[in-house]
């Protein structure tokens, strides 16, 4: 299954991106996951088909992610963006394990739980 993201780029602190993958057909749970230098890969916001969503902590109020299942398309809209943000953002969708072991879309480390992957895109913020 290929995820096609776009929208990444570079923007200064307090500006606004947003991001998009597109998949080949509708998939229950899809989540954004981010990679900064030097850190582990961890999980940004997941939507579930019924509208249910996830949010890390440093992004709540911030970003907002969603969905148009119609399309198949998932979006980042981030604002009030900030240097710590900078990282490269996948796109991944699927639950390994089946969609109802989770009541939220798993984020934090959980990336292992998430069976196609996009190819990533580089959001750098600067000061």
């Known amino acids: 299954v290929q995820l096609v993201e776009s929208g990444g780029g570079s923007a200064q602190t307090g500006g606004s991106l947003r991001l998009s993958c597109a998949a080949p057909y509708s998939i229950y749970c899809m989540a954004w996951f981010r990679q900064a230098p030097g850190k582990e890969r961890e999980g940004v916001a997941g939507?579930?088909?019924?509208?249910?969503?996830n949010y890390a902590e440093s992004v709540k109020g911030r970003f907002t992610i969603s969905k148009d299942n119609a399309k198949n398309t998932l979006y980042l809209q981030m604002n009030s963006l900030e240097p710590e943000d900078t990282a490269i953002y996948y796109c991944a969708a699927d639950l390994a394990l089946g969609d109802h072991r989770w009541d939220l879309p798993p984020l934090g480390h959980y990336d292992y739980e998430y069976k196609y992957w996009g190819q990533g895109t580089q959001v750098t913020v600067s000061a």
């Open positions: 939507i579930f088909s019924d509208g249910t969503t």
